[in-house]
């Protein structure tokens, strides 16, 4: 039988029972041959949901199959009495992990050249199960300092209520910059992004790191920080002698590590799910994707992504599918929809999707709300979630159907690797045995990925923010120089233009003379401490605007001069709330825009400008001012750290802001910690958390829902007492 026909039996319970001799003679024959297994497991993965209508000794030759293409977490343990299948099964079985767990052949293979003292680099599908490595290499306590590098905060806490859940008792997790290790003789394990991890001082004694997403070490743009923030937390990590294991999807090679590091490089296309693309070549302008969308909404049954290039793309999809479908009001997500209304403008998009069972995922979604939203789809009470690149970076559910709605991030058209990513999120081992996935435009260009470290490969490309962060003994001859004619063109001290690499070193320059002539002009808009006053601001957001920004962010936010950004912070500290200072955002939003776009505007001015950019642009001005005052006009200079660390919490206390991480909303935090006091950190945050009794506190039923999942997945640090920490 040819494969086609094969895979339209398979499909079919009634052929496939009338044709099961030749089938499983086919996939016997592409089994036993290295070069075609791929194909054997695919096939024998289609097979699995029919297990049940298998008799007369078929159903003990596909478990025979099963073992066969590796795939022993499908295998039944029971069928399998003589002492050859027991042993191989021991072999694959998970040590340490709490629940009974098997490995499959290629976690098996990856697990024992780490144990072995191996850096791996694993290019292997999304749902091969390469977490499931990182758990049981952790559960050996072969290393007591284990680094985890995630892309983002959601998969941190993804990360950590997995390894709560699975070490929690044996290890100790850090993932906030404010917490310290305990004194316990527990293995730590720190779960960080790349930037938390260069701002911290306790990880040059790491033996053990995973880079998670590994491709983004790519620098495909020099401008691209998070990209060289992770190449140089690479190297220092794995500079100090840590082993590493880098695990990313669909990579052909790696350029740039093997002159560096010893590595097993280990690309595979094991998967554990089949997928069956279907494509429908429509135009990307006109009504025609519209009603195809809406078409497969009605037709599927079974939890369903929805990937769309943009935040509002994504509104405009929900809005689609539950207008044209007509979708009642949903009783599942009411509590939820309730709390929304009360801190956000009931127009809100996701609000009014989710009151029809949908759910919308992106990044202008608060974090929390994030998380809600996924763990609804989890649940069922969302069976439609509507994603945009954030189903690549973190939305790992359990969904049976992808339709792409969208084949571009923002205006650009994905490639093949960002196609495969998406693809990769349907199905699902255990759950659904094959993926579906629905391509609305024509098919993207076939290509290999091939990822290239810029370490490695120095030249007059290299981004200079890049080498003046690594030590000179990594340094090219020509970086060298590079860096020399810097210093040397520049009134900026060296540890100024280090410590601000990611800022161009022009710009530095010409901040420096901006400076200068302030201060010469107005020196007390300079010299402050603490919390600035109104002009001193107003300095400020000139100066950040006019030489760091630039306005390339800021405009993106409706913000076109310093002013505009010191009115917009004003407002912000002096808001009651977020739910204030949104509500004052849509009040005086534009007239083109709708109460969505002002609400998205206003959570993404937060998040990605407040929270992220503007505490580093300010802290780079604070450097050079303090380098201009103290070694040239011999003043007094400022200090902006402590403005900026409020910046980065938002203008709320950091304990309580952090506890968003932890799925705890700020409207909620706010609220249950009220009576605290003064909360200085994290920890301090989840101690309080841990000690509340819901059964005695007044709270809104979705409120109670969030807060009953937080205290379920609370690390142990936790309930520890505060003399326990050590730095």
């Known amino acids: 039988m040819e494969l086609d026909d094969i895979r339209q ?9 009338a044709a099961r001799f030749p089938i499983f003679r086919e996939v016997t024959r ?48 029971a069928r399998n009495a003589g002492i050859e299948e027991q042993m191989l099964f021991e072999a694959h079985r998970v040590q340490g992990v709490g629940q009974e767990r098997f490995f499959h052949s290629l976690q098996l293979a990856v697990f024992q050249e780490i144990v072995n003292g191996r850096n791996v680099v694993l290019s292997a599908p999304t749902s091969v199960g390469k977490s499931l490595v990182i758990d049981a290499v952790l559960a050996t306590r072969q290393h007591k300092k284990a680094v985890i590098i995630v892309p983002t905060i959601a998969l941190i806490d993804e990360t950590r209520r997995r390894i709560t859940a699975t070490l929690g008792s044996t290890h100790d997790i850090i993932t906030h910059p404010s917490q310290v290790r305990l004194g316990d003789g527990r293995p730590t394990v720190y779960i960080l992004t790349q930037e938390r991890a260069l701002g911290r001082n306790d990880l040059e004694d790491a033996d053990f790191f995973v880079i998670d997403e590994f491709y983004k070490l790519d620098l495909r743009d020099g401008n691209d920080e998070r990209a060289i923030d992770l190449n140089i937390c690479f190297h220092r990590l794995a500079q100090n002698g840590a082993q590493f294991y880098l695990i990313g999807p669909n990579i052909a090679s790696v350029n740039g590590l093997a002159s560096s590091y010893k590595h097993v490089f280990m690309p595979s296309d094991f998967s554990t799910v089949a997928l069956d693309i279907e494509y429908f070549n429509l135009k990307q302008r006109g009504e025609e994707r519209n009603e195809k969308l809406i078409q497969l909404c009605g037709s599927l049954k079974s939890p369903t992504l929805v990937y769309c290039q943009s935040p509002r793309s994504a509104r405009d999809a929900a809005r689609t599918i539950y207008e044209a479908s007509k979708l009642p009001v949903t009783d599942a997500t009411k509590s939820a929809v309730d709390w929304l209304e009360q801190y956000f403008p009931s127009e809100w998009e996701v609000i009014q999707a989710l009151k029809h069972g949908i759910g919308i995922h992106h990044g202008n979604v608060p974090r929390a709300i994030q998380q809600y939203m996924v763990r609804a789809f989890e649940e069922g009470r969302v069976k439609i979630l509507v994603c945009t690149s954030t189903i690549i970076e973190g939305v790992n559910t359990v969904a049976e159907n992808v339709i792409i709605f969208d084949r571009r991030t923002n205006t650009s058209t994905i490639d093949d690797f960002t196609f495969r990513n998406i693809a990769g999120r349907a199905g699902r081992m255990n759950r659904y045995f094959i993926g579906k996935v629905f391509v609305l435009e024509e098919a993207v260009a076939e290509g290999d990925h091939v990822v290239d470290l810029p370490v490695g490969q120095q030249d007059e490309t290299t981004p200079m923010s890049l080498i003046l962060d690594l030590p000179t003994g990594s340094l090219s001859p020509l970086s060298q120089e590079r860096i020399k004619a810097a210093f040397e063109e520049s009134k900026l001290s060296e540890a100024t233009i280090r410590q601000n690499r990611y800022v161009p070193i022009e710009d530095q320059n010409a901040l420096f003379e901006a400076v200068s002539l302030l201060y010469d002009t107005n020196p007390g808009h300079l010299q402050w401490k603490g919390v600035p006053k109104s002009a001193q601001l107003l300095a400020a957001c000139n100066l950040i605007y006019e030489h760091l920004d630039h306005g390339e962010s800021l405009r993106r936010h409706k913000i076109f001069a310093g002013d505009q950004l010191q009115a917009v912070l004003t407002s ?52 050079i001012q303090a380098d201009v005052l103290s070694r040239y006009k011999k003043a007094a200079p400022g200090d902006y750290s402590m403005f900026a660390a409020q910046a980065d919490s938002l203008f709320m206390p950091a304990g309580l802001f952090a506890l968003d991480e932890y799925g705890v909303p700020s409207e909620i935090a706010r609220k249950i910690m009220i009576d605290s006091g003064a909360i200085e950190n994290v920890d301090q945050g989840l101690r309080i958390l841990a000690g509340i009794d819901l059964g005695h506190v007044q709270l809104q039923p979705f409120e109670r829902e969030i807060l009953e999942s937080v205290q379920q997945s609370l690390p142990l640090r936790a309930f520890a007492r505060p003399e326990d920490e050590k730095n």
Not at 9 to 17: G, L, Q, V
Not at 577 to 599: M, P, Q
């Open 9 to 17: 039996c398979i499909a079919n319970p009634d052929k496939m029972i």
């Open 572 to 623: 912000l500290m002096s808001a009651d709330d977020f739910k204030d200072f949104i509500a004052r955002r849509v009040a005086e939003r534009w007239k083109d825009d709708t109460i969505s776009d002002a609400v998205e505007q206003a959570l993404s001015f937060l998040r990605n400008y407040v929270g992220y950019k503007f505490g580093r642009q300010l802290m780079a001005l604070s450097r």
């Open 30 to 77: 592409l089994a036993n041959r290295e070069n075609t297994s791929a194909i054997a497991r695919d096939l024998v993965i289609r097979l699995l949901p029919h297990k049940a209508l298998l008799t007369d000794g078929y159903d003990d030759l596909l478990d025979a199959l099963v073992r066969e293409v590796g795939l022993y977490p499908y295998a039944d343990q």
